[in-house]
């Protein structure tokens, strides 16, 4: 157990729907990245936030946003969903915002019918 | 541009046998970070090790070791000894000075047989 916790598990919906995946990091970590994992693109870095603040955005499409708040959880916000957003969500954490090994949740498997 | 090659796609050996996966990374920093992951059919995500680019040390943890050349820039896992229970999908990653997200390799799926 990493000590990330990712919800939900799983999550069905239907395409054009907004779905939230939410993250809380290790103990005392202050980084929170997210990651998508599909069968054709691989694992792809989304965006990470370091204490509240986005520090960094890969391949995330504009019609996906995230925050991290206060108290350092983080949500993932998914909207017109598309068949293609099919993939398993993974949220990391670590304690700085540098190269440092970064910590998984179990991740969020979303499917889009 | 940074990028990690895993050219072995899937690895099936039989058990006790020892594998190596091969990592393969490209980027024009000098000070860089590799990793290996590892995800078990569960399907989380689980950190191995981590080796900066100025420590050219050889690794061994327990049947794990690692082996990281910056002159072939490849940082190679082996497994010692397999078990059934080290099936899983392995990945290589790359990160760098600055930069705050890991760069994976498409993986490589391990089978150990009984």
């Known amino acids: 157990d990493s000590g990330v916790t990712q919800t939900p598990k799983h999550l069905i919906t239907a395409t054009g729907q907004r779905v939230t995946l939410r993250c809380s990091p290790r103990?005392?970590?202050?980084?929170v990245y997210w990651y998508q994992q599909s069968l054709d693109q691989g694992l792809q870095f989304l965006i990470h936030?370091?204490?509240?603040?986005?520090?960094a955005k890969g391949n995330i499409l504009e019609r996906f946003s995230a925050q991290q708040f206060p108290d350092l959880h983080s949500e993932l916000n998914l909207s017109s969903l598309e068949l293609g957003d099919s993939a398993l969500y993974f949220c990391?954490?670590?304690?700085?915002?540098?190269?440092?090994?970064?910590?998984f949740g179990p991740g969020t498997r979303l499917t889009v019918l | 541009a940074q990028k990690v090659t895993q050219a072995q796609t899937e690895i099936s050996v039989v058990e006790k046998e020892d594998v190596t996966l091969d990592c393969v990374y490209e980027?024009?920093?000098?000070?860089?970070?590799l990793f290996w992951y590892k995800q078990p059919p569960s399907g989380e995500l689980v950190f191995l090790i981590r080796?900066?680019?100025?420590?050219?040390q050889n690794e061994i943890s327990g049947r794990y070791s690692w082996n990281f050349q910056k002159s072939t820039s490849s940082f190679n896992f082996t497994i010692t000894a397999s078990q059934v229970v080290d099936s899983a999908v392995y990945f290589c990653?790359?990160?760098?000075?600055?930069?705050?997200?890991?760069?994976f390799g498409q993986g490589t799926r391990l089978t150990i047989n009984p």
């Open positions: 990391a954490s670590s304690f700085t915002g540098g190269p440092n090994e970064q910590f």
């Open positions: 103990s005392g970590d202050l980084s």
């Open positions: 936030y370091y204490n509240g603040e986005e520090r």
């Open positions: 980027t024009r920093d000098t000070t860089y970070y």
């Open positions: 080796r900066n680019s100025f420590d050219e």
């Open positions: 990653a790359l990160s760098f000075q600055g930069a705050q997200k890991l760069v």
